[in-house]
C-alpha cells in the first residue's frame, strides 16, 4: 500500500527565503507525481506535475524534482513571498488498476511573514 | 474554462439522515474522482468514474456511500444513513489525461 510522507509538517520563515518542502513515498512505482497548493477553506490548486520519467518541472519561482528510485520529491520556492503562505501537498498516482487513484501525504503548512 | 464545481460547500446534518453532494467537472473531462479527507488525516480516494463507468470504487469506505455519474457529466455522492465518522471535507476532482483538477470541496458535518 503507497504511504506519503512529508515533511516538515510546518515551516515559518521570513519573506525572501529560498525553501525546500520533502516529499516521499514507500512504492517506486508511480505513474506521477502531482505538488498541490490548498489555501484555507479552499480546494487543491495544482502547481506541478511531474510524470514518473522526468526528472523535474519547473513554474515561475517553483521547481519540483523527482527520484523515483528512492522514492523521494522536492518542492524547491524560490525568494518566498506572504502570498505563498499556503499548505502544500504532495501526491503520487498509482499504476495499473489504481492508475488515476492519488494518494496524498498530510501537507506541509507554509507561512511566510514580511 | 470553468472549474471544478460542488455544492453544497457545507451541509449539516443529523446522524441518520440522507445527504447528497454534487459535482460538475471541467467541460469536456471524462475522469472524474471523489476524495476525503476527515480531521487530521490525510485526503484520501474514494472513487474513479471513467464517463459513467466506475473505474475504480475501492475507496469506498462502506455500502452506506452511492456514487453516480449521469451521462458522463456531473457526479452525486449520496451519503444514507450519514454516521458521526462520515464528517469531513469531500473533495471533487476531474481529469482530462494525467493532471487532476480539483473543487472546492464540500464540508459535511454530520452531528
Known amino acids: 500500500k503507497q504511504e506519503v510522507t512529508q515533511i516538515p509538517a510546518a515551516l515559518s520563515v521570513p519573506e525572501g527565503e529560498n525553501l525546500v518542502l520533502n516529499c516521499s513515498f514507500t512504492?517506486?512505482?508511480?505513474?506521477?507525481l502531482q505538488w498541490f497548493r490548498q489555501d484555507p477553506g479552499k480546494g487543491l490548486t495544482s502547481l506541478l506535475l511531474?510524470?514518473?520519467?522526468?526528472r523535474e518541472q519547473t513554474s515561475g519561482r517553483l521547481n519540483a524534482s523527482l527520484d523515483k528510485s528512492s522514492g523521494r520529491s522536492t518542492l524547491y520556492i524560490a525568494a518566498s513571498q506572504p502570498g505563498d503562505s499556503a499548505t502544500y501537498l504532495c501526491?503520487?498516482?498509482?499504476?495499473?488498476?489504481?492508475?488515476?487513484?492519488?494518494?496524498f501525504g498530510r501537507g506541509t503548512q507554509l507561512t511566510v511573514w514580511p | 474554462e470553468a472549474g471544478v464545481t460542488q455544492f453544497p460547500s457545507h451541509s449539516v446534518i443529523e446522524k441518520g439522515q440522507t445527504v447528497t453532494l454534487r459535482c460538475d467537472p471541467i467541460?469536456?473531462?471524462?475522469?472524474l474522482y471523489w476524495y476525503r479527507r476527515v480531521m487530521g488525516k490525510e485526503i484520501k480516494f474514494l472513487l474513479h468514474?471513467?464517463?459513467?463507468?466506475?473505474?475504480?470504487e475501492s475507496g469506498m469506505p462502506n455500502n452506506r456511500f452511492l456514487a453516480e455519474r449521469t451521462g458522463g457529466t456531473y457526479s452525486t455522492l449520496k451519503v444514507q444513513p450519514a454516521e458521526l465518522e462520515d464528517s469531513g471535507v469531500y473533495f471533487c476532482?476531474?481529469?482530462?489525461?494525467?493532471?487532476?483538477?480539483f473543487g472546492p470541496g464540500t464540508r459535511l458535518t454530520v452531528t
Open positions: 512504492d517506486s512505482a508511480i505513474y506521477n
Open positions: 501526491a503520487v498516482a498509482g499504476r495499473g488498476s489504481t492508475l488515476g487513484r492519488l494518494y
Open positions: 511531474i510524470q514518473s520519467s522526468q
Open positions: 476532482a476531474s481529469s482530462r489525461q494525467y493532471e487532476q483538477y
Open positions: 468514474f471513467v464517463k459513467e463507468s466506475k473505474q475504480d
Open positions: 467541460s469536456g473531462h471524462d475522469n
